[in-house]
């Protein structure tokens, strides 16, 4: 009984690890909010998570993958650049000023459409079929037009509230500086940033695909802590160039401080090792399946804590991206099942006919076993 519940356990440890980083990346929409709302500078602030982030994976990088790191290439050097730019440096410059612009939950819907635009660029680019005559093909096909139609809503439609709960707390008006706070953003702020959202998506699609070529090349904490360095540079030129004002870049023991901390450590660090470490046992696919969980763990953070409303137009388009994200997962999941019976038959054929060969081979060098 002890043996049984134990395997149970074991089996269930990448889900449940799964459930602790959504709900982590679920914080890190919150405080960027509030930091955000404390007045900090977006790009002050994704510079400081990127160095904190460098700072967090270098450890890891040179405890787990110091025997198993190959030399330093120049094209590791340059995929970790351009990985640092979709995946860094632009990716949450962007993810953070659309939230900035339209609330937590919002933007949790879209990054529900990043395996959707990977699908979509991966055929662009030639690195994936549209097998649009298969099922799974056409289930890949649904789920992003599913997923582009859900995030259209999002953008261009609002509807009627829908006051499901509300606790009446906002911490919003506790770390404004004596500003009025609009309760609701302007159409054109809800416009700019669901453009800014998508364009965030797209981003972080361009990383993916980057991301399976280093992976193949080099280990994954090291290639994470090169990617990390790369992105706290360019971030931090960025903000350089773009804020002037020095003591923007004051942080003080406030929630400034615990945002740059948290999204850097906990959010770009601990939960990226964890992230690869269900990656090894699970797949990408098995992590993808959980991103839904996201916009469930802001929705509920956000109208609890940041007293946010939900519309009839959000919910919709939320729905449409989870369908097509999980439609999208069929599919690729489909594929990954042929593909391994495939490799598993070609694999079968090869021992059958090595086996073959050595029973001839075995009759020649046998003058008694030949007729």
């Known amino acids: 009984m002890a043996g049984k519940l134990g395997e149970l356990l074991e089996g269930l440890k990448p889900a449940m690890v799964m459930v602790i980083v959504q709900i982590a990346f679920g914080g890190i929409n919150v405080f960027y909010k509030l930091a955000k709302n404390d007045g900090m500078s977006v790009k002050i602030m994704v510079a400081y998570r990127m160095m904190i982030a460098a700072a967090s994976m270098i450890p890891l990088a040179l405890v787990f993958d110091w025997k198993s790191r190959p030399k330093l290439t120049r094209r590791i050097v340059l995929l970790s650049f351009f990985l640092g730019i979709f995946g860094g440096s632009l990716s949450h410059n962007l993810y953070a000023e659309s939230l900035a612009l339209t609330s937590a939950t919002f933007i949790a ?13 991966a055929v662009v680019l030639r690195m994936e079929r549209l097998a649009i005559r298969t099922n799974a093909g056409k289930a890949k096909v649904l789920g992003t037009i599913l997923s582009i139609g859900g995030a259209m809503i999002l953008t261009f439609y609002k509807g009627a509230e829908m006051n499901i709960w509300s606790t009446h707390i906002n911490l919003l008006h506790h770390h404004h ?21 998508i364009a965030s998506a797209v981003s972080m699609a361009v990383w993916m695909i980057l991301q399976a070529k280093l992976s193949m090349v080099y280990p994954s904490y090291s290639g994470t802590a090169l990617m990390s360095i790369c992105a706290s540079i360019q971030s931090v030129a960025y903000a350089l ?20 901390v948290y999204t850097g450590a906990v959010g770009s660090g601990l939960m990226v090792a964890l992230m690869t470490w269900v990656a090894r046992r699970k797949g990408a696919l098995f992590i993808a399946s959980f991103y839904p969980l996201l916009l469930l763990v802001v929705a509920i953070a956000g109208s609890l804590m940041l007293d946010e409303t939900l519309h009839v137009g959000s919910v919709l388009g939320a729905l449409f991206i989870i369908l ?21 038959l070609i694999k079968s054929s090869k021992e059958s006919e090595l086996r073959d060969t050595a029973a001839v081979e075995a009759q020649f060098d046998d003058p008694r076993q030949l007729p």
């Open 109 to 121: 819907a879209m990054t529900n459409l990043i395996p959707a635009m990977t699908f979509f660029m």
């Open 177 to 197: 500086h004596g500003m009025t706070v609009p309760q609701q953003s302007s159409s054109r702020n809800q416009a700019l940033g669901g453009f800014l959202g």
């Open 241 to 260: 160039c773009t804020e002037r004002d020095w003591s923007a870049w004051t942080l003080g023991w406030n929630i400034r401080l615990i945002t740059v």
């Open 324 to 344: 097509g994200l999980y439609c999208v997962v069929w599919g690729k999941s489909k594929e990954m099942e042929k593909t391994t019976e495939l490799d598993a």
